[in-house]
C-alpha cells in the first residue's frame, strides 16, 4: 500500500470530521448524543434548549436527569 494514497485518505477524512463538527456546533437544531444513558455530546442549541450556559454542562449527565418529573413515571 503507497503511503502517500493512506496519508491522502486520512486528510480527506479529518476534513470532513471537521466539516461536520462545524455544521451540528452551528445547527440551530438541539443535537444530543448519548452512550451507556449519558450524554456524551450536546450542542450550543441543546444547552440552551436546557437552560444551560455551556455545553459541556450536560456532557456525563444520565438521561434521566433531564427529563420532567411527569415524563420519567411514564
Known sequence: LDVSELREAEQALLETKAQYQTIVEASPTAI?????????????????????????????????????EEDAEE
Not at 38 to 62: F, H, I, Q, S, W
Open 32 to 68: 444530543l448524543v448519548a452512550r451507556d444513558g449519558r450524554y456524551t455530546y450536546a450542542n450550543a442549541a441543546a444547552a440552551e434548549m436546557l437552560g444551560c450556559e455551556d455545553p459541556r454542562e450536560l456532557v456525563g449527565k444520565p438521561l434521566a436527569a433531564l427529563l420532567r
